[in-house]
């Protein structure tokens, strides 16, 4: 390329670094075969983005990472993220990178290391970060400090990492005035610990995993337990079948909430004589103030058993719900509907169960059904025609404010099927869609 066409490479170093910081760092170095002038460049670049994958041996690999951090050490680096998943490479070496990344003030932090044991993150250096903005720590050992500040740290994802004692995990959080988005990944193991408590006042964003099919350890006591006051949270979502108990705080009238758990019941359709009906009570009465809840299929049917012996809590500030209900708890569906008297949107999903069938009355007329419900979706996979037209036709004969009604599933049930319903409402639009594969 002629001089007077290469017009990038006239471009102040600065700015050609900032271009560079844009790509990962295995294509930055690539512009280093361009001409002389590029040759150094990417080595000044605030941002490090390596995975050992792209090395053919960890020798390479630690020469690489340890020629870029030497060259600009005494510049700011913006970004670190480091992925390792081979045992080949000496832990005691990638330490002093994370030192080092945080001695040039870094702001984005991620660590991502798959051995066969984990990475232990000990310095203290970590803890004391004033400069750090985001930090994902993956297959990490956490140390316990007295003294754990993180001033400025606004994102935060913690998964599969062990920490030393309960503490830890705690004046981790709780050592972050400013942080925003929570995620905590966690696997069921004999070293976990088995009470999750989160407490913050600037949370937006909380997301909690806790999957036992990923860890080789069974545990089938309840003692496994979150507890959450975040009175922030405009967005929560729970994903766990190990813990039997959550007890959440102070969540706002306009948060959201996503919940996938099972209370440590191992068998939805046999639920044991000493499963603890309170526990389901207190995650109702917890997400009772929220606007918009979208709930799984296992957790409603342990809903449905708790509501033949206990009452629903009121769900007042409730407009969008999105529910899967198996066609066997049916007939709980007027009671679910009941504690959401302003509900405006409702999507269900429908599920097959093989429980023995058995006649669901939908008789009576929730309250939202007069005065605020306008829009229902209805989708199914495998349910029988006969229990989506049974639903169908409940929306239909008692729905006084619909404005659109929409069925997604199989094309068994065609517009014509439900066209021919008697519709309560006048403006009630119909739409028919088939499931995306």
């Known amino acids: 390329m002629s001089n007077r066409g290469d017009r990038i490479s006239s471009l102040p170093d600065e700015l050609l670094c900032q271009i560079l910081s844009n790509l990962p760092t295995k294509n930055a170095v690539t512009t280093s075969i361009l001409s002389t002038r590029w040759r150094s460049i990417w080595l000044s670049t605030p941002v490090l983005d390596i995975d050992i994958d792209a090395f053919d041996d960890a020798t390479t690999f630690v020469s690489f990472a340890s020629r870029f951090l030497e ?21 005691c070496t990638i330490m ?34 004033e400069t750090l903005v985001s930090l994902r720590l993956h ?12 001033p400025n740290l606004k994102v935060m994802h913690l998964e599969e990492n062990i920490y030393y004692c309960l503490e830890t995990l705690e004046n981790f959080i709780s050592s972050c005035p400013v942080l925003e988005d929570l995620t905590v990944v966690r696997i069921v193991d004999i ?14 964003s909380l997301k909690l995993v806790l999957d036992s099919s990923n860890g080789w350890f069974i545990d089938d006591i309840d003692e496994w337990k979150v507890i959450i006051d975040a009175p922030r949270l405009a967005y929560l979502s729970l994903k766990d079948d190990q813990s039997a108990s959550f007890v959440i705080s102070n969540l706002g009238s306009s948060a959201k909430a996503d919940i996938k758990v099972s209370f440590n019941v191992n068998d939805i359709w046999d639920l044991p004589v000493t499963f603890e009906r309170s526990n389901v009570g207190k995650l109702l009465t917890g997400l009772s103030s929220i606007r918009d809840l979208t709930i799984s299929g296992t957790t409603l049917k342990i809903i449905c058993h708790y509501l033949k012996h206990e009452p629903m809590p009121q769900f007042c500030n409730m407009v969008r719900l999105n529910a899967r209900f198996y066609d066997c708890d049916l007939e709980m569906l007027p009671c679910v509907l009941e504690s959401c008297p302003n509900l405006k949107s409702l999507v269900l999903g429908l599920l097959s169960s093989a429980e023995t069938e058995q006649q669901s009355r939908l008789s009576s007329v929730p309250p939202c059904f007069l005065s605020s419900l306008e829009f229902v979706e209805i989708r199914s996979r495998l349910c029988r025609k006969r229990y989506v037209m049974k639903v169908a036709r409940y929306f239909a004969k008692n729905s006084v404010m619909l404005k659109k009604f929409v069925y997604v599933g199989r ?4 517009e014509e099927d439900l066209l021919a319903l008697l519709w309560r409402s006048s403006i009630c639009e119909i739409e028919v869609r088939g499931l995306r594969r």
């Open 191 to 204: 070293i976990t610990e088995k009470i999750l408590r989160v407490r913050s006042r600037s949370l937006n």
């Open 96 to 129: 002093p990178w994370i030192q080092d990344a945080v001695n040039r003030r870094i702001q984005h932090l991620e660590v991502d290391c798959r051995f066969s044991f984990h990475f232990e993150a000990v310095y203290l250096t970590l803890y004391l970060s």
């Open 411 to 414: 094309a068994s049930i065609q």
């Open 71 to 91: 060259f600009s050490k005494d510049s700011c680096l913006h970004k670190f993220k480091l992925s390792v998943e081979r045992d080949d490479v000496d832990m």
């Open 139 to 150: 297959f990490v050992t956490l140390h316990r400090y007295e003294f754990v500040s993180l």
